[in-house]
């Protein structure tokens, strides 16, 4: 497996992977509906975004994007053939190394579904990541947040 930094070029590449998983999957329609369009993602990786692609035999079957203004996980989708296999892991770590290579980061954060059956969910736990709560309001109400907070070396 190999993870590099996505590029503008990859950006159909992003969509494909996203619009393919089947827990929380989501049209190029629905994602259109929520702001979530090619031109948005460009302005987004030549700003405060940075975005990861796994690739197994040059093919991609993973990414993650991160967003520092935010100090969050944008998201972190896997071809649903390829679950379970380590990648999405690999590219979490990548998206909060990065998140917390950026000044004055002590914590970061990420919503998903709200819902402890969820693969997410428990992928989330599992890496260490905290529930605080439940979004009350907005576009993203009922969405549970999780934080991780950067670790400390303690001599």
């Given amino acids: 497996?190999?993870?590099?930094?996505?590029?503008?070029?990859?950006?159909?590449?992003?969509?494909?992977?996203?619009?393919?998983?089947?827990e929380n999957h989501q049209s190029r329609e629905e994602i259109a509906e929520l702001g979530i369009t090619p031109e948005t993602v460009s302005q987004m990786l030549q700003t405060d975004c940075c975005a990861w692609i796994a690739e197994v035999n040059n093919k991609a079957m993973a990414f993650s994007m991160a967003n520092a203004t935010e100090k969050t996980i944008v998201g972190i989708f896997v071809l649903p053939s390829f679950e379970g296999h380590g990648?999405?892991?690999?590219?979490?770590?990548?998206?909060?190394?990065?998140?917390?290579?950026?000044?004055?980061?002590?914590?970061?954060?990420?919503?998903?579904?709200?819902?402890?059956?969820l693969r997410a969910?428990?992928?989330?736990?599992?890496?260490?990541?905290?529930?605080?709560?439940?979004?009350?309001?907005?576009?993203?109400?009922?969405?549970?947040?999780?934080?991780?907070?950067?670790?400390?070396?303690?001599?």
């Fill in 87 to 117: 990648i999405g892991r690999a590219l979490m770590q990548k998206a909060e190394d990065w998140l917390f290579s950026q000044q004055d980061t002590e914590e970061i954060w990420l919503l998903t579904g709200n819902e402890p059956k």
């Fill in 1 to 22: 497996m190999n993870i590099r930094k996505a590029q503008i070029a990859d950006i159909e590449t992003l969509f494909d992977i996203r619009t393919s998983v089947i």
């Fill in 121 to 155: 969910y428990g992928f989330y736990l599992h890496l260490g990541w905290t529930p605080v709560g439940v979004i009350a309001d907005g576009e993203m109400q009922g969405e549970m947040k999780f934080i991780k907070k950067r670790k400390r070396l303690h001599l």
